[in-house]
Each structure stands twice: as structure tokens, then as C-alpha cells.
């Protein structure tokens, strides 16, 4: 098969869907692998590196107009009258973009998210959501110290002693859990809160200590439980407890780094005006959900916190509100490496690896495969997403 790998086009992705380390294993498997010139560069792969590895290095026509494109942000319009009707197309394509969906079915491609997989053992290798939102706690974290004008970990100096700073986390995933791991390891005393209980020990265990809002309905306790590991919306009863006990952390806090988010729904709000309000002037705030909370009154997008705007770092009440909406493309060469991995992983299930020297398989699609056809999301001019 044809396999082509465009640079990306969005504002600020530094990613790229294949390295030299995936395209080698895709051409030894009898594949032909077409890179856009330059694909790489912000990543800090080079063309050299991928023509070594056996890829062609082709435009951008040659790359959009492969059989199979491999991407990491969905296509632009411009992008999609690139591609080859009947193409395939492997991205994280915004599952919960059902105008985005429409687009790709109208360009009859067949189009796999990644993002779609289901949280399971057998997918683990193919998480995209996990690879990604590992890189980004990380980064939040060297973000926050980095916009922070006091130090994280506490200092005995012959001039006098310095503080270690207060992280409190806000969510407990992926990204949260790296988060807590990060500041920790810079030294700063963390609490964390999420509506799973589960959490309570992942945090301990990594020297954070968890806030605590016991469930005091079955309601709560079931909700809380959330769906295939993800969160559900919580009843507005322990909503109330927990913003009380995260108000008086917050306060206290220097940094705040919140993750939250509930699938396919806006990000609950966690840090209220107030809350800001009641922070040390210089605390700084990353908030991971921005962009993803409900629309600010002025039409930007909030996130868990309704001061942040998505993009943009902005001072409100003396405090540094970050709403970076990319925080892994700052760290692109990593980033990806790890998300190249997860899409040679998938490639396995809808082109399985030939046996050493015969051709290379045909592009199929097994609807009793439960990762291909949660992600699968348009095929022969259709929607084709699941849930
Ligand atoms: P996510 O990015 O969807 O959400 C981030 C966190 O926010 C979640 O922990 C969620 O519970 C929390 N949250 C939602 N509403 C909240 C609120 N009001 N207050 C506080 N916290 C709130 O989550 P994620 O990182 O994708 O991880 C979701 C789950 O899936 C985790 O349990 C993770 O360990 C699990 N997981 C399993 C696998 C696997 O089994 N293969 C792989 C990856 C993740």
C-alpha cells in the first residue's frame, strides 16, 4: 500500500504521524511510505533521517494523495481536496466533531480516530489520549515553574529559607497523575482531587496527597464509579462539597493545574472567579482543559477555569492563567515519537504484518474487531461512529 505522511497544517502543531523509526518497519513490511519534505522538522526528525529509513520524500500533493494517509490533526478543507476518494485516513479525528465526521464521509474516505479506542488492555499500545496527555502533565508542570516567580522545591539557604511550593492538581488521569509525578520530582508539596475513587491510591503512591469529598448517596457513589474508565457528570450535591474543599486548597495554593474533563461534554468548571480571586497574587494556573469548557460570555472558550482563554496566557486578579490547547505539541520530538507508535500499533489490526517475504497485506477492514470499529468514523460516504 501506499502510505503517505503530509507535514501538519494547524497553527502550532509540531507533531508528525510516522518517524524514521515507524517508517522503517511499515517499508520492511512491503509498504511504499511517501513523507512531505520538511513533515518532520518540528519534531526534529530531518529528511535525511526518513530517506535513510526508505520513505520517498514527495509535496504535499503526493503525500495528501496516498492510498492511506497517516495524520495527526484532522484534515483542513485544503487538505481533503487533496485526498483520494476512497483513501484511508488515520488521525486523531475528533470523535465528538460530528461536523468534522460529516466532512470526512462527504470526501468518501474511510477514516479512523484514535482518540476512539476503547480504554482496554489490548488497546493500551494505541492510545493516543494516554500517549499524548502523558507529555502534557509533564509539560504543564515545567510550564507552571517556569511562569512561576518563586521556587517549587523548598531551599535552606545561608540567606534564608525558601518556601516549597503548593501544586494542587484537578483531575487525576493520565495527565494529572503525570502532573503529580513531574512536581514531585521538582520538590513541590501536591494535593489532587477527582471524582473516581480509585485515584486516592495512585496518588499516595506517587507522595500527593488526595482530597478527600466523601459520596454521601448511592447516586454519587455511581456516578463517580464513571463509564469504561472515564468520568460521568457528577451530581451537582457533590459538586457543592467538592468545590468547598477545593476552594480552601486553591487559596493556598501557588500553582494549579487542572485536567478535568468529561468525554463529549464541555469541561466542568472547578475554578471559580472567586476561587482566582482568593489566590496569592504571581500563583499561576494551567488550565488543560482549555478550549474545552463551555463559551465565555465574550465568545472565547473557557476551559475548567471560565477565566482562561483558549490560547492565550492572561493576568486576572494577580494571577497567571495558562490556556495552552496544545501542550504536547511543545514537546513535538517526544510527543511524536509516542504517537507514531500508536498509529503503527493500529496499522497492525487493518494491515497485518505479512510473514517475512511475502508481499505486504491488503488493507482490510474486521468489523468483529472491537478497537477498529470503535474508531472507525466514516466508510463508503457514510458516518460510521459508534458511540
Ligand atoms: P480524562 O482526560 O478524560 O479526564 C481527566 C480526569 O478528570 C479524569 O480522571 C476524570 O475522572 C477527572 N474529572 C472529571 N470531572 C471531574 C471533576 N468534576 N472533578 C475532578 N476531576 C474530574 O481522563 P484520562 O486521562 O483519559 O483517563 C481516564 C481513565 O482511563 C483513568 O482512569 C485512566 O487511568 C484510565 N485509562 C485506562 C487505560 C487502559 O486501561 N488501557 C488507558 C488509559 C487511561
Known amino acids: 500500500m501506499l502510505i503517505g505522511v503530509p507535514a501538519e497544517t494547524a497553527a502550532g502543531e509540531s507533531r508528525v504521524a510516522a518517524t524514521p523509526e515507524t517508517v522503517k518497519k511499515l517499508v520492511a513490511q512491503g509498504h511504499a511510505v511517501s513523507v ?21 520524500l514527495v509535496d504535499a500533493a503526493a503525500a495528501l494523495g496516498a492510498e ?57 499500545s494505541m492510545d493516543v489520549l494516554s500517549s499524548q496527555a502523558n507529555i502534557a ?7 507552571a515553574a517556569d511562569r512561576y516567580q518563586k521556587f517549587f522545591p523548598m531551599l535552606m539557604t545561608a540567606a534564608g ?17 503525570q502532573a503529580i509525578a513531574t512536581a514531585k520530582r521538582l520538590g513541590a508539596v501536591i494535593e489532587a482531587s477527582d471524582v473516581r475513587p480509585s485515584v486516592k491510591e495512585q496518588i499516595e503512591s506517587l507522595g500527593g496527597k488526595f482530597i478527600d469529598v466523601p459520596y454521601e448517596t448511592a447516586e454519587e457513589k455511581e456516578a463517580a464509579e464513571g463509564v469504561g474508565g472515564y468520568a460521568r457528570p457528577m451530581p451537582q450535591s457533590w459538586l457543592d462539597r467538592q ?45 488543560m482543559a482549555a478550549g474545552k469548557g463551555a463559551p465565555n460570555a465574550d465568545g472565547t472558550v473557557g476551559g475548567n477555569c471560565p477565566l482562561t482563554v483558549a490560547d492565550q496566557t492572561v493576568t486576572r486578579h494577580g ?14 520530538a517526544d510527543a511524536s515519537s509516542l504517537y507514531a507508535r500508536n498509529v503503527l500499533d493500529f496499522l497492525k489490526l487493518v494491515l497485518p504484518p ?21 474508531c472507525l468514523m466514516a466508510h463508503q460516504g457514510a458516518v460510521t461512529r459508534k458511540s
Open 36 to 56: 512531505q519534505a520538511g513533515a518532520g522538522v518540528r519534531a526534529s526528525v530531518t529528511d535525511e533521517a526518513y530517506a535513510a529509513a526508505g520513505a520517498q
Open 68 to 124: 492511506m494517509v497517516l495524520k495527526v490533526r484532522s484534515p483542513a478543507p485544503a487538505e481533503l481536496a487533496q485526498m483520494k476518494p476512497g483513501a484511508v485516513l488515520v488521525g486523531m479525528l475528533e470523535p465528538f466533531n460530528a461536523e468534522g465526521l460529516q466532512r470526512l464521509a462527504a470526501a468518501n474516505l474511510t477514516a479512523f480516530a484514535l482518540e476512539a479506542a476503547p480504554r482496554t488492555t489490548r488497546a493500551q
Open 137 to 143: 502533565g509533564y509539560k504543564a508542570v515545567i510550564m
Open 161 to 177: 529559607t525558601v518556601k516549597a511550593a503548593r501544586v494542587v492538581i484537578l483531575g487525576v488521569g493520565v495527565a494529572g497523575l
Open 243 to 287: 468545590k468547598v474543599e477545593v476552594a480552601k486548597r486553591v487559596a493556598q495554593a501557588d500553582v494549579v493545574i487542572s485536567t478535568a474533563l468529561i468525554p463529549g461534554r464541555a469541561a466542568p468548571v472547578l475554578i471559580t472567579e472567586e476561587m482566582v480571586q482568593s489566590m496569592k497574587p504571581g500563583s499561576v494556573i494551567i488550565d
Open 319 to 332: 494571577v497567571v492563567i495558562v490556556g495552552e490547547t496544545n501542550l504536547a505539541a511543545l514537546v513535538g
Open 354 to 374: 505479512a510473514p517475512k517475504g511475502e508481499p505486504a497485506s491488503a488493507f482490510r477492514i474486521d468489523p468483529e474487531d472491537d478497537i477498529v470499529a470503535a
